[in-house]
């Protein structure tokens, strides 16, 4: 069975940084896009972050361009979300999700269990 | 405000078919990109429901169903039942902010 096992959630002051990991099992993880969502108290669903299998393109919303930079090791077959700069807004939940293809954009049917970050002085 | 509009809240009474429609544009659902629609009950991870306009993953009822047309997306609930309570979200790309979008979600009440 597929599945995503996430990491590094955390209260972090304004400015400060995070790293965030999702760990793969159940599937070739290397074949397959990646991509973060986030969700803020209350709100909807929010895509951050995605990137390529295999050949790691990855893309950005405006909201974290600059400031947020997502990797990959196909090795260990390990997600990462590296989150700088980090602002009161970008406090959420953070979701890593698979997607069905190793192009994104294809529908994400594996979901991690979800991490917070609260970002506060 | 979102690329891609749903209405905030929808209702039907048990066995009574619901739909949500999620409005675009040309940059997004107009483009010919896919839409997708996913799940989230309240507190949990969200599911996916229907991926690539109209197909559904193993596992998701028949009852769940996708269309397309234009600059627009729906998905139709037919039989409903309490389960069905939840949030849905419908997600496309979109071309002019080359990255992916989600719908602002529908809260769905089963009354």
């Known amino acids: 069975e597929a599945q995503l096992l996430q990491s590094g959630g955390d209260f972090v002051q304004p400015g400060g940084s995070l790293r965030l990991s999702c760990a793969a099992s159940?599937?070739?993880?290397?074949?397959?896009?990646m991509t973060w969502v986030r969700q803020a108290p209350g709100k909807g669903l929010e895509w951050v972050s995605s990137i390529r299998g295999s050949v790691g393109g990855a893309y950005y919303a405006d909201s974290v361009k600059g400031r947020f930079s997502i990797s990959r090791d196909d090795s260990k077959k390990t997600l990462y979300l590296e989150m700088n700069s980090l602002r009161a807004e970008d406090t959420a939940i953070y979701y890593c999700?698979?997607?069905?293809?190793?192009?994104?954009?294809?529908?994400?049917?594996?979901w991690g269990q979800g991490t917070t970050v609260t970002v506060s002085s | 405000q979102s690329a891609l509009t749903q209405p905030p809240s929808v209702s039907g009474a048990p066995g009574q078919r619901v739909t949500i429609s999620c409005t675009g544009s040309?940059?997004?659902?107009?483009?010919?990109?896919?839409v997708h629609w996913y799940q989230q009950v309240p507190g949990t991870v969200p599911k996916l429901l229907i991926s690539?306009?109209?197909n559904r993953p193993s596992g998701v009822p028949d009852r769940f169903s996708g269309s397309k047309s234009g600059t627009s997306a729906s998905l139709a609930i037919t039989g409903l039942q309490a389960e069905d309570e939840a949030d849905y979200y419908c997600?496309?790309?979109?071309?002019?902010?080359?990255?992916?979008?989600f719908g602002g979600g529908t809260k769905l009440t089963v009354l």
């Open positions: 997600q496309s790309y979109d071309s002019s902010l080359s990255g992916s979008v």
């Open positions: 690539g306009n109209n």
């Open positions: 159940g599937f070739s993880f290397s074949l397959y896009a």
């Open positions: 999700a698979k997607e069905q293809s190793r192009t994104i954009f294809y529908g994400m049917d594996v």
């Open positions: 040309s940059s997004n659902i107009g483009a010919e990109y896919n």
